[in-house]
C-alpha cells in the first residue's frame, strides 16, 4: 500500500508538468548555441515515468555532449536513473559504478555523495538492504560535511525508505521526522505534503490507522494551504486507502469522489482516469456491480485516449475480475487476454512497438481467415461435422479443440509451431483464469466422473483434486437432490434444453452440508461429450435468508401478540397509520379514523391536549409520555403512552391500556384505610410500595423508625431512604416479590438525620388477580442486637483463643513428661524397665499429638484422624527404628473427624496394637506390613480395623484375660468406648473395633 500511494503521487505531479515541457524543450533543440547535454537531461528526466526507453535515449545522446567531468558525472547518474525506471537495476549500478569512479578521481565530493545516494535506491529496489545502508549513510556523511541541504533532505528521506523496507519503523520514522524538521525549517509545503505521506506510511505499517489519518490530514492541509489542487486530490485518493484497509468502502470512495471533483474541475484526464478505476475497483468488493462497470468503462475510454498503456492494463484486469464476479467467464477471459498482451507491451513507445502491433493484427486477421475457410469448409463437406466449436470459460478444452484442428488443416510446420505456441499460451491464460476464480469450475463425463476441477472447487467441496479427479460429480450431492441432478445430467447430455441455473445441497469432505448455485451446460471436446459446470457457495445467503423469514415470522407473531394501540400522527394530528394490533380500543373504528384529525375526534380540551403533546415531542426531538382516560363503548379506560418522534413532522405513540393498573391502586388505597387503625397499633414498622417501590402507605411506626413524617415518605421511594451499597439488594428483593414470593433479609437503611440503622425485614408480594401490585413489609430495628451479636462473637473468638491456648499447653505439658521419661530411661541399664519407659514415653506421645493436632486445626473441638494417623506411625517407626527398618505401614482413613474424648483412646489402641506388631510380629526382622484402617459406617458407627502379614497369633492368644499391661490397656479402652471387637489370627493377625462417637 504504501508503494502505491507514493508512486502515485510522484508519477501523477510529474505527468501534468510533462507535455508542455517536452515540447519547449524538443523546440530549443532547434536552436543555435545550445547546450544540448543539458537540454538532453532534461528530456531524459521528462520521460521517466512516461517512458524509459526514450529516457535512456536521450540520457546516452546527453554523454556526448559533456564538457567538464562534473557533466559527465551528473549524465551517467541520469542514465542510471533511467534505467531504474525501465526496471533494469542491474544496468543501472554499472552505470553509477562508472560515475562513481569518474568522481572519486576528481576528487568530486558531491558528485561521490549523489553516486552513492542512487546506488543506495537501486540496492533498495534489489532488496539488498544492507548495501542499501552503507551507500545512504556514506552518502549522508558526504552531503553533512559539504553542507548540502537539497541533497540531505532526499538521502535522509531514502533512509527512512530503506528502514521502512527493512520493517524497522522506529528507524524509518526517525529520519521521516528528521527530514520534516528541515523542510518545516524552511517553510517548503509541497515537500512537507510529500514527507507527511512517507509517515503516514510508517504508521499504516503499524496498523497505527489513526496515526496514518492525521498525517495525511495533514498534508492535505499543506496542500490546501498552496492551493495544489491536484496534490489535494490524491491526497483524497491516498485516504480513501486507509479505509479500504478498514473495510470501510462507503468512506474510501467518499474520498475518491472528491477526489474525482477536483480531477474533473481542473480537466485532468489521468486522474479523471486513475480515480475512476479505484472507485470502481471499490464498488466491486461492495458487490455493486453495475456502478463497478460504470467506473471500469469510463477509465478505460479515457485511459485510451491518452494512450496511458499502465491504466488499460489495469482496467482490462478490473474487467476481468468484474465478468468473473457476475460469472460471465468468457468476457472474463477475453479481458485477462487483453491484460496480458497489454501488460507486456507497456512502456514500448519506439517503431519495435508498432511493428508489433502490426504483427499482432496481422496474425488475428489471418487466423480470423483460416477459421472462416474452415467453417466454409465444414459446410461443403461432412469431413468435420463432428467438431463443433463451443466459446467456454474452460481455455484449457478451447486449447486442445484448437490445436486438433489447427494441426488437421496447417501443413506449414513453422506455421503450426507459431500457433502452438499461441495456443499454449492462451491455453495458460484460461488455466490462470480459472485457477484465480473464486467460483468453482469443473467438468465432468457422461458416467459423472470429474475430469477438471479449479481450486475454488476443491475449496468449496473440502476435497483435494486428485480426490475429486477419482469421484463422481454426484458422490457430493446431498442426498435429497441426487435424483434430480441425475435426471437433469442425463437430459441435458440427452440435448435437451434444460435450466441451466439452480440451487441445491451438497455435502463437503468434512460432513458438512453446504448450498450451492450451479450453471452448467453440455460441451463436446473430440468428440467426447462433458458437462461443463460452474458453482459458487451461497450457503451464508441462504442462511441470511432463512434468518431474515425468521426473523419476519417473529415479527408478525409478535406484532399480533402486542396489546397496545400503534398510531402514526403528522404535526396536525392527522392519522397516517394504525398498527393492526388492539382495535378494541380504539376510540372509533381505524377506517375513520385513518386520514382524519384528532380535532374531528375529540373534544377541543383533548385535541389541545394531544396536539400540545405532539408539538412538545417534535420540538424536542425526545420521547414524551402521556396519561389520560376515554370512554369506549360506555366503559371507562385508563391509558398510558408514548410518543416518539419518526420524522421532523410525524410522530409514532403507542398507548397501553393501564385501567386495571389505575383501579387497582385505588382499591389498594381503599383497602389500606380499613387496616388502618389495626397497624398504627403494633410496634413493628410497616410500609407498602407499588411495582416501582414508591412508599403509597406508612404507620407512625414506620415513620418514628426512618424519623421522617408519614406525608414526606408518601412522596419518597425505598431507595431514598437506603445505603447506596444497599440498591442491589432492595432491587433483587423486589424481583423476588415480583415472581410472587415472600423472604426474610436484613439491609442498611438511613434515617433523616443520616444515622444508619439495621432494619430486620419480612417481605410479601400483594396480587391483584395474580399479578404483582407491590409489597408489604414489616420491619424492626435490630441495631443494637446486631451489635450484641457482635460482642457475642468477639467472646467466643477470645475463648477459643483460649482453648488453643489451653491445648497448647496440654501438648507441651505431655512433650515434658515425655521427655523426662526418655532422660530417665538413659540411666536404666535394665531391659525390661527400659522398655517400660519407652512404652510410657509413647503412650504419652500418643496423647501428645491429639492436642497438638487440635491447636493447630482451625476447629477445636474435632481431630482429623487421617492426619494423627500419619504423625503416629511416623514416630512409632523412629522410636522402634531397629526392629521396624524392614517394615511398611499402609493407612486408609478419609474424612474422619473424632472428638477429643474419642480420638485418646483410640489413639492409645493404635499406640497399642501397632507397637506390639512391631515387637512381636516379625521376628528375625522379617519384612513385613502394618494396615491401619478407619471407616464411617452407613450407620454412623466406626470400625477401626488393625492388621499385619506376620507370624499367626497363638492358637491360646485372648485379649480380656491377657497379662500384657499393653493389651490390658487395650481392653480398658475398648470397655470406655463401648466397642464391639473381633479378632482374627489367621495369616497374620487382625484386630477390628466397632464403636459409637463418645458424647463429649
Excluded at 403528522?570 to 384529525?597: C, F, H, S, W
Excluded at 405532539?614 to 391509558?639: A, G, M, P, R
Excluded at 474435632?862 to 500419619?870: A, E, S, T
Aim: aromatic share 10%; net charge negative.
Amino acid at each position: 500500500m504504501k508503494k502505491i500511494i507514493l508512486l502515485i503521487l510522484l508519477i501523477a505531479i510529474h505527468s501534468f508538468i510533462t507535455a508542455t515541457i517536452i515540447d519547449s524543450l524538443n523546440a530549443a533543440l532547434e536552436e543555435p548555441d545550445v547546450n544540448k547535454g543539458e537540454i538532453y537531461i532534461q528530456l531524459a528526466e521528462e520521460y521517466w515515468n512516461v517512458n524509459p526507453d526514450k529516457s535512456i535515449e536521450y540520457a546516452t545522446r546527453a554523454l556526448k555532449y559533456t564538457e567538464t567531468f562534473e557533466d559527465e558525472v551528473k549524465y551517467i547518474n541520469q542514465l542510471g536513473i533511467a534505467y531504474e525506471y525501465s526496471g533494469k537495476y542491474q544496468k543501472a549500478l554499472n552505470e553509477y559504478e562508472k560515475a562513481l569512479k569518474i568522481a572519486e578521481s576528481n576528487s568530486y565530493r558531491n558528485g561521490i555523495g549523489l553516486t552513492l545516494h542512487n546506488m543506495a535506491i537501486a540496492k533498495l529496489q534489489l532488496a539488498d538492504y544492507e548495501n542499501a545502508l552503507d551507500f545512504a549513510l556514506r552518502a549522508l556523511n558526504i552531503f553533512e560535511e559539504e553542507d548540502e541541504d537539497d541533497y540531505l533532505t532526499s538521502t535522509l528521506n531514502s533512509l527512512g525508505n530503506i528502514y521502512l523496507q527493512m520493517d524497522d519503523t522506529d528507524q524509518a520514522l526517525h529520519y521521516y521526522e528528521m527530514v520534516y524538521t528541515i523542510e518545516l525549517e524552511k517553510g517548503n509545503e509541497p515537500e512537507i505534503a510529500i514527507i507527511l505521506h512517507n509517515i503516514a506510511l510508517v504508521h499504516l505499517e503499524r496498523g497505527e490507522f489513526d496515526k496514518a489519518l492525521d498525517n495525511l490530514e495533514c498534508s492535505l492541509k499543506s496542500m490546501e494551504k498552496s492551493n495544489d489542487k491536484f496534490g489535494m486530490a490524491f491526497c483524497y485518493n491516498n485516504l480513501s486507502n486507509i479505509y479500504i484497509s478498514q473495510d470501510d468502502f462507503e468512506k474510501a470512495n467518499e474520498y475518491n469522489f472528491k477526489a474525482l471533483e477536483i480531477f474533473e474541475e481542473i480537466d485532468n484526464l489521468e486522474g479523471i482516469a486513475n480515480t475512476c478505476n479505484l472507485i470502481g475497483s471499490i464498488f466491486l468488493l461492495m458487490d455493486q456491480y453495475k456502478q463497478a462497470f460504470d467506473q471500469f468503462d469510463r477509465s478505460l475510454k479515457l485511459s485510451k485516449e491518452m494512450s496511458l498503456n499502465d491504466l488499460i492494463s489495469d482496467n482490462y484486469q478490473s474487467l476481468s475480475n468484474y465478468y468473473a464476479a457476475i460469472g460471465d467467464y468468457k468476457q472474463a477471459f477475453n479481458y485477462l487476454e487483453l491484460y496480458t498482451a497489454k501488460h507486456d507491451s507497456i512502456y514500448s513507445e519506439t517503431t519495435r512497438k508498432t511493428i508489433a502491433e502490426l504483427q499482432t493484427k496481422y496474425e488475428i486477421e489471418k487466423r480470423n481467415k483460416e477459421i472462416e475457410l474452415l467453417k466454409k469448409d465444414a459446410e461443403n463437406k461432412d469431413k468435420i461435422r463432428n467438431y463443433l466449436i463451443y466459446v467456454v470459460v474452460l481455455g484449457v478444452m478451447v486449447t486442445m479443440f484448437l490445436l486438433n484442428l489447427y494441426f488437421e488443416k496447417l501443413k506449414d510446420a513453422k506455421a503450426r509451431q507459431e500457433i502452438s505456441e499461441k495456443l499454449q499460451e492462451s491455453e495458460i491464460r484460461f488455466r490462470n483464469l480459472t485457477e484465480n476464480l473464486k467460483s468453482a469450475v469443473f467438468t465432468f463425463d457422461v458416467s459423472g466422473l470429474f475430469t477438471y476441477v479449479n481450486p475454488a472447487t476443491s475449496k468449496i467441496s473440502g476435497y483435494t483434486e486428485s480426490e475429486l479427479l477419482k469421484m463422481k460429480f454426484y458422490d457430493i450431492i446431498h442426498p435429497v437432490y441426487k435424483d434430480m441432478v441425475s435426471q437433469r445430467g442425463f437430459s441435458r447430455l440427452q440435448g435437451e434444453d434444460i435450466e441451466s441455473t439452480y440451487e441445491l445441497k451438497i455435502i463437503t469432505k468434512q460432513g458438512d452440508i453446504r448450498w450451492i448455485q450451479i450453471s452448467s451446460d453440455r460441451i463436446v471436446i473430440n468428440n467426447q461429450i462433458l458437462v461443463l459446470g460452474s458453482a459458487i457457495d451461497i450457503t451464508e445467503s441462504k442462511i441470511t435468508s432463512e434468518k431474515k423469514e425468521e426473523s419476519e415470522a417473529k415479527l408478525r407473531a409478535l406484532f399480533a401478540a402486542i396489546k397496545d394501540v400503534i398510531l402514526v400522527l403528522d404535526r396536525t394530528g392527522k392519522y397516517l397509520d394504525i398498527a393492526p394490533t388492539n382495535d378494541e380500543l380504539l376510540y372509533k373504528p381505524a377506517q375513520v379514523l385513518l386520514g382524519n384529525y384528532i380535532s374531528n375526534i375529540f373534544d377541543k380540551d383533548m385535541t389541545e391536549y394531544f396536539l400540545e403533546k405532539i408539538d412538545e415531542c417534535l420540538q424536542s426531538n425526545e420521547t414524551i409520555s402521556v396519561e389520560y382516560s376515554l370512554n369506549i363503548k360506555d366503559h371507562l379506560y385508563w391509558f398510558d403512552g408514548r410518543i416518539s418522534p419518526m420524522t421532523e413532522n410525524t410522530v409514532v405513540m403507542v398507548v397501553r391500556d393501564i385501567t386495571d393498573r389505575t383501579n387497582a391502586t385505588k382499591k389498594l388505597i381503599e383497602s389500606e384505610n380499613k387496616y388502618r387503625n389495626l397497624v398504627e397499633s403494633i410496634e413493628e414498622g410497616m410500609i407498602i410500595t407499588d411495582k416501582e417501590m414508591n412508599f403509597v402507605f406508612a404507620n407512625k411506626a414506620a415513620a418514628r423508625l426512618y424519623g421522617y413524617s408519614i406525608e414526606e415518605l408518601m412522596n419518597m421511594n425505598v431507595m431514598d431512604v437506603i445505603l447506596p451499597e444497599e440498591s442491589d439488594v432492595i432491587i433483587e428483593q423486589n424481583k423476588i416479590r415480583s415472581e410472587g414470593k415472600s423472604s426474610h433479609y436484613e439491609n442498611w437503611n438511613i434515617r433523616k438525620d443520616g444515622t444508619k440503622i439495621l432494619l430486620k425485614v419480612s417481605a410479601s408480594p400483594m396480587l391483584k388477580e395474580g399479578e404483582f401490585a407491590g409489597t408489604i413489609s414489616l420491619f424492626s430495628d435490630i441495631t443494637e442486637i446486631k451489635a450484641a451479636e457482635e460482642k457475642i462473637k468477639a467472646s467466643l473468638k477470645e475463648k477459643d483463643v483460649m482453648l488453643q491456648e489451653i491445648y497448647h499447653r496440654v501438648k507441651n505439658n505431655m512433650q515434658v513428661i515425655s521427655s523426662m521419661l526418655k532422660l530417665q530411661s538413659s540411666h536404666i541399664n535394665k531391659d525390661n524397665a527400659l522398655e517400660i519407659f519407652v512404652n510410657t514415653q509413647n503412650r504419652v506421645k500418643s496423647m501428645s499429638l491429639i492436642h497438638e493436632k487440635l491447636y493447630r486445626s482451625e476447629n477445636l473441638s474435632h481431630v482429623d484422624f487421617n492426619g494423627y494417623l500419619k504423625s503416629l506411625m511416623k514416630q512409632l517407626f523412629i522410636s522402634y527404628t531397629p526392629l521396624a527398618r524392614n517394615l511398611a505401614y499402609h493407612i486408609d482413613c478419609s474424612n474422619v473427624f473424632l472428638n477429643i474424648g474419642t480420638a485418646i483412646p483410640c489413639g492409645l489402641i493404635v499406640n497399642e496394637i501397632v507397637t506390639n506388631s512391631i515387637k512381636h510380629a516379625f521376628p528375625d526382622a522379617k519384612e513385613g506390613n502394618i494396615f491401619i484402617s478407619m471407616h464411617k459406617n452407613e450407620a454412623g458407627t466406626y470400625s477401626l480395623v488393625l492388621s499385619n502379614d506376620g507370624i499367626n497369633l497363638p492358637a491360646d492368644y485372648d485379649l480380656e484375660n491377657s497379662t500384657s499391661f499393653g493389651l490390658q490397656l487395650v481392653e480398658i479402652l475398648r470397655h470406655q468406648l463401648k466397642a464391639d471387637f473381633n479378632m482374627n489370627g489367621d495369616n497374620g493377625a487382625k484386630f477390628t473395633f466397632t464403636f459409637k462417637e463418645l458424647k463429649k
